[in-house]
């Protein structure tokens, strides 16, 4: 998804027989980073190793601090790879996180 901003320009000639009005518009568009990034996913008593990989498949993010212990997770969630990670440190006390690129 992109955003995007418009910048309008009016411009008002009088005192002419002729009046002139100048409109100029510029289109500023950027692509949202891989943090804002939304996308819906869902998983029914799925083992958090594969939620994980799943995260980090569909939102192009790498997640640390993993833990080794099965924990199946049932969850359906809309939002950026943040927000998921959070919710599922929240809801099952894990310390999950987003790798930041050095």
Request: proline share 2%.
């Amino acid at each position: 998804m992109a955003a995007s901003a418009s910048i309008f320009y009016f411009s008002t000639t009088t005192g002419h027989s002729d009046s002139k009005e100048t409109v100029a518009q510029v289109n500023i568009q950027e692509e949202k980073s891989i943090e804002e990034k939304t996308a819906k996913i869902e998983f029914k008593n799925t083992p958090l190793k594969e939620v994980v990989a799943e995260i980090e498949r569909v939102y192009q993010v790498r997640i640390e601090n993993v833990p080794q212990e099965e924990i199946l997770i049932t969850i359906s969630y809309e939002g950026t790879a943040s927000d998921v990670v959070e919710t599922i440190n929240e809801l099952f006390n894990t310390k999950l996180n987003i790798a930041t690129e050095d």
